[in-house]
């Protein structure tokens, strides 16, 4: 506005004239155009001064006299017509925002170069002169941040040959390897290839808020979040009627993912949880304001507790089978196992009973209670889902001893992370998983807290665990849990400070004293079942849960004392070689131990 007032009152457009007339060198003509400009310079420098006094008279005027809205009223329109006046006529000052892709697009060429990259035989046969090629069914096309093709390999090529080189095919497109997850495509035949190629690393792409982070309130029989996938996508999971294991390498964010499934469970204040942190680094002591029985290390005294507590599961496993059988007569129990109702009434006490393990093995080795624990935890992942009980187990030695088969090819639900070889592979996510390209081998150091979820009936899943909940935030979630349960009225045993009674005193303490109450003399040895029978006549209130042979053996096992097969005669006079005890033994043990107990 300045420039163009300037330019008025010193009359520029009359310049190029006056200096065409100069090179003109027509003297006459630029004498006459000369005095045409000083008489306008004149006048109009008198305009622009009055108008320059009137217009500083105005404000003061207006800043004197108008209220205060009315002067802003006229700043903003002063602006206004200036911003218009002063706009470029060839380009406007701002153009519309274009945010370019910061990734190039995926496309056939370079999905080819980089399968030929692999230093597969029939892939470079197939991509050679002359050969077929690879087939893209479909357009490689977006698939939320990031990009998917749909690949058909040569013919003798699987997808698990292409997953097992994922860091080859990385470098081939030239991609972090957090970015490039190939998977196979189930619903297809057995050389068809997805592969999604992201924007960013997946671990360390910004994951979407945890819906739970805030304490809401939980109902295990519902689906609730529990990581997302390569698309930034949450996945849920429904931990009722459903037992989980988890495995993976030391340090891959294997107790994280229990301590979260376990938060969700402490979200439903009607869950009762007993939490094992086997390994003894406090990694699950954030759940005690909330749980039932906790338990540390593998010392002696927490040991036993395991042992009392997971009898008394077991217990209460066979009480839940007969109250939901009779239900079901009664038309109460829809398909014979717990339902939503049934679990919100305190009465019947069918509340979700959910089992925490953190390095489970440590149970299932124990010399003294390992056959015990494994039997028991084997009876809750086989009964247990239906009638409320959901066991958790998470292990970082997923073998044939550290995780018994008899567990492992009945839990429902699966989870994961980095392990070695494909026998921990198929230990974990189920038989034939590694052959049929689900492959958690395939997962690089740095991809903590990545790890394929088998759900139930569910085909499997690459999943990153909810980020950023350490300690302190499940600290935060765990008070938002003991807030609801305070409310609801279900805080029991540990949080509020009671500890579990130890069965030391009517088992351990008086069996062998009772065994030869029951065994007379005259008997050397005796099957296990007729032991029983009698330890059920003498103390039903101890004895009542023995009801197979195998009870027995365990129980005698923790005393030293060894059962084999002993030859008998049955209630038809027929000569029998079952499992019993040799009297004798046991006298032996008695003996000893009381020798013990003088000498102390």
Same mark, same amino acid.
């Given at each position: 506005?300045?420039?163009?007032?300037?330019?008025?009152?010193?009359?520029?457009?009359?310049?190029?004239?006056?200096?065409?007339?100069?090179?003109?060198?027509?003297?006459?003509?630029?004498?006459?155009?000369?005095?045409?400009?000083?008489?306008?310079?004149?006048?109009?420098?008198?305009?622009?001064?009055?108008?320059?006094?009137?217009?500083?008279?105005?404000?003061?005027?207006?800043?004197?006299?108008?209220?205060?809205?009315?002067?802003?009223?006229?700043?903003?329109?002063?602006?206004?017509?200036?911003?218009?006046?002063?706009?470029?006529?060839?380009?406007?000052?701002?153009?519309?925002?274009?945010?370019?892709?910061?990734?190039?697009?995926?496309?056939?060429?370079?999905?080819?170069?980089?399968?030929?990259?692999?230093?597969?035989?029939?892939?470079?046969?197939?991509?050679?002169?002359?050969?077929?090629?690879?087939?893209?069914?479909?357009?490689?096309?977006?698939?939320?941040?990031?990009?998917?093709?749909?690949?058909?390999?040569?013919?003798?090529?699987?997808?698990?040959?292409?997953?097992?080189?994922?860091?080859?095919?990385?470098?081939?497109?030239?991609? !972090?390897?957090?970015?490039?997850?190939?998977?196979?495509?189930?619903?297809?035949?057995?050389?068809?290839?997805?592969?999604?190629?992201?924007?960013?690393?997946?671990?360390?792409?910004?994951?979407?808020?945890?819906?739970?982070?805030?304490? #809401?309130?939980?109902?295990?029989?519902?689906?609730?979040?529990?990581?997302?996938?390569?698309?930034?996508?949450?996945?849920?999971?429904?931990?009722?009627?459903?037992?989980?294991?988890?495995?993976?390498?030391?340090?891959?964010?294997?107790?994280?993912?229990?301590?979260?499934?376990?938060?969700?469970?402490?979200?439903?204040?009607?869950?009762?949880?007993?939490?094992?942190?086997?390994?003894?680094?406090?990694?699950?002591?954030?759940?005690?304001?909330?749980?039932?029985?906790?338990?540390?290390?593998?010392? !002696?005294?927490?040991?036993?507790?395991?042992?009392?507590?997971?009898?008394?599961?077991?217990?209460?496993?066979?009480?839940?089978?007969?109250?939901?059988?009779?239900?079901?007569? #009664?038309?109460?129990?829809?398909?014979?196992?717990?339902?939503?109702?049934?679990?919100?009434?305190?009465?019947?006490?069918?509340?979700?009973?959910?089992?925490?393990?953190?390095?489970?093995?440590?149970?299932?080795?124990?010399?003294?209670?390992?056959?015990?624990?494994?039997?028991?935890?084997?009876?809750?992942?086989?009964?247990? !889902?239906?009638?409320? &009980?959901?066991?958790?187990?998470?292990?970082?030695?997923?073998?044939?001893?550290?995780?018994?088969?008899?567990?492992?090819? #009945?839990?429902?639900?699966?989870?994961?992370?980095?392990?070695?070889?494909?026998?921990?592979?198929?230990?974990?996510?189920?038989?034939?998983?590694?052959?049929?390209?689900?492959?958690?081998?395939?997962?690089?150091?740095?991809?903590?807290?990545?790890?394929?979820?088998?759900?139930?009936?569910?085909?499997?899943?690459?999943?990153?665990?909810?980020?950023?909940?350490?300690?302190?935030?499940?600290?935060?979630?765990?008070?938002?849990?003991? #807030?609801?349960?305070?409310?609801?009225?279900?805080?029991?045993?540990?949080?509020?400070?009671?500890?579990?009674?130890?069965?030391?005193?009517?088992?351990?303490?008086?069996?062998?004293?009772?065994?030869?109450?029951?065994?007379?003399?005259?008997?050397?040895?005796?099957?296990?079942?007729?032991?029983?029978?009698?330890?059920?006549?003498?103390?039903?209130?101890?004895?009542?849960?023995?009801?197979?042979?195998?009870?027995?053996?365990?129980?005698?096992?923790?005393?030293? &004392?060894?059962?084999?097969?002993?030859?008998?005669?049955?209630?038809?006079?027929?000569?029998?070689?079952?499992?019993?005890?040799?009297?004798?033994?046991?006298?032996?043990?008695?003996?000893?131990?009381?020798?013990?107990?003088?000498?102390?």
């Amino acid at each position: 506005m300045l420039r163009a007032l300037l330019n008025w009152v010193t009359d520029a457009e009359g310049r190029p004239v006056r200096y065409a007339s100069a090179r003109r060198e027509d003297a006459a003509e630029y004498l006459k155009l000369s005095q045409q400009r000083d008489g306008r310079v004149r006048a109009r420098a008198v305009i622009a001064t009055g108008l320059g006094a009137a217009s500083v008279v105005a404000i003061f005027l207006v800043r004197e006299l108008l209220p205060e809205i009315a002067q802003w009223v006229f700043v903003t329109a002063a602006l206004a017509g200036l911003g218009w006046l002063g706009a470029p006529a060839d380009k406007p000052i701002a153009s519309r925002a274009v945010e370019s892709t910061k990734v190039p697009k995926l496309t056939s060429g370079a999905v080819e170069t980089a399968l030929a990259s692999l230093g597969i035989s029939l892939i470079n046969q197939a991509l050679g002169k002359g050969g077929t090629g690879v087939g893209f069914p479909r357009p490689i096309a977006r698939d939320g941040k990031g990009w998917r093709a749909d690949i058909d390999l040569p013919p003798g090529v699987t997808p698990g040959d292409i997953m097992e080189r994922r860091a080859k095919l990385a470098s081939g497109l030239r991609r !972090p390897l957090g970015c490039v997850w190939p998977e196979a495509d189930n619903a297809e035949h057995a050389g068809r290839l997805v592969l999604w190629v992201g924007d960013q690393d997946m671990r360390k792409a910004t994951q979407p808020a945890w819906a739970l982070r805030k304490g #809401n309130r939980v109902d295990l029989f519902q689906s609730q979040p529990f990581g997302t996938d390569q698309r930034g996508r949450w996945v849920d999971l429904r931990l009722m009627f459903t037992s989980v294991v988890i495995g993976a390498i030391p340090r891959m964010g294997k107790t994280f993912a229990l301590r979260e499934l376990l938060l969700i469970a402490a979200l439903d204040p009607r869950a009762e949880l007993h939490t094992y942190d086997l390994k003894g680094t406090g990694d699950l002591d954030p759940l005690e304001p909330v749980t039932h029985v906790h338990g540390v290390g593998d010392e !002696p005294e927490e040991i036993d507790q395991a042992v009392t507590d997971l009898r008394g599961l077991r217990d209460e496993l066979r009480r839940r089978a007969k109250l939901i059988r009779d239900l079901a007569k #009664n038309g109460k129990a829809p398909e014979n196992k717990v339902t939503p109702d049934l679990a919100s009434k305190k009465s019947l006490r069918l509340h979700p009973i959910v089992i925490g393990v953190d390095e489970c093995q440590v149970w299932f080795e124990h010399p003294d209670f390992g056959e015990e624990l494994e039997a028991i935890c084997t009876d809750l992942v086989k009964r247990g !889902p239906a009638l409320g &009980i959901i066991l958790m187990l998470a292990t970082q030695r997923p073998d044939a001893k550290s995780l018994p088969t008899g567990i492992s090819a #009945n839990v429902s639900t699966r989870f994961c992370l980095k392990v070695q070889g494909q026998t921990e592979n198929d230990m974990v996510l189920g038989t034939s998983k590694y052959k049929q390209g689900v492959r958690a081998t395939t997962f690089a150091w740095e991809d903590k807290g990545i790890g394929y979820l088998v759900g139930e009936g569910s085909e499997a899943q690459i999943v990153r665990t909810v980020a950023g909940l350490d300690g302190p935030a499940a600290e935060k979630v765990v008070a938002y849990a003991r #807030n609801l349960r305070e409310q609801a009225g279900t805080l029991t045993g540990h949080a509020i400070g009671e500890q579990l009674q130890s069965e030391q005193d009517s088992r351990r303490d008086t069996l062998l004293e009772d065994v030869l109450t029951v065994v007379p003399e005259t008997e050397k040895k005796v099957w296990n079942e007729r032991v029983i029978a009698r330890l059920y006549e003498l103390r039903p209130d101890v004895y009542g849960t023995y009801r197979e042979a195998a009870d027995l053996t365990a129980a005698l096992k923790r005393h030293g &004392i060894r059962t084999a097969q002993v030859w008998g005669t049955t209630d038809e006079g027929k000569g029998a070689s079952r499992i019993g005890i040799t009297r004798a033994d046991i006298t032996e043990k008695v003996a000893e131990r009381n020798r013990h107990r003088d000498a102390g």
